[in-house]
């Protein structure tokens, strides 16, 4: 079994193992072959925030299962399409944005489930091995390796957060902190309305025997989420990551450069 994709990587995450992603917005193929070189277990590809559609995610999945990391897609919303697009293109797991009522937690479940779902049934594609899984086995091998990761980003979510994540199906939770800032009316990051709800859904979140992933903010952010009980960090973002070493590179090149001893010309 290969545990960074499909069942593998679902059993690893709500098994609630330490595992590190990050979000992709430029849709190319090449961070997800980098960050799966280097042992990044999942990225997550981020169609409801950066410019990407059906042809570019499907060939960055591809790219995914080629580096053997996990595929899991931010989709643009909670309805039935969005998820059954990604799913047969081969995406390891959705994340649903704003999954903030247990009617909506159902109807989720219901589009990533053949057996006690309603997605829409085809083998011809990339999750069923374009034909050769059998229907039998198509429905099988995705109704286990799906992913299904709820968004936990408004306060009428944090409201009824228990009862949620209890849906049976519902794999994880998702903390949408930024979404929750937002929400609240708050100014920046640590405002206390924020840590209070994040508090809140990790406590749900154990209590109900469902991991937790959370986008890190630094080491120290992380070391303190993983106290409290998450277990899934998404890390920055590709984006991000060239950000931050350009910074340092260039800074350090032109400290380097400049501290380096003038020879005077000739005269």
Known sequence: MDLRSGAGFRQRFVECETLFGTFLKTPTTHASEILGSVGFDFVVIDEE???????????????CRASGIAGIVRVQGPEAPFILSVLDCGATGVLVPHVDSVAKAKAVVSA????????GFSNTTRAGQFGKATLAEHVSEQDQAVTVIAMIEDPWAVDEVEQILSVDGIDGAFIGRGDLTVAYRQAGQGASLVTEATDKIISAARKVGKPVCILASSQEDAMELSQKGASAFILSSDQGLMRQAAIQTLAGYGQSLASKTTVPANS
């Not at 925030?49 to 060939?59: C, I, K, L, S």
């Not at 990533?112 to 997605?119: D, H, I, L, Q, V």
């Open 49 to 63: 925030h950066a410019p990407f559609n059906r042809e570019t995610t499907d060939r960055i999945l591809l790219a």
């Open 112 to 119: 990533c489930r053949y057996a006690t779902g309603s997605r």
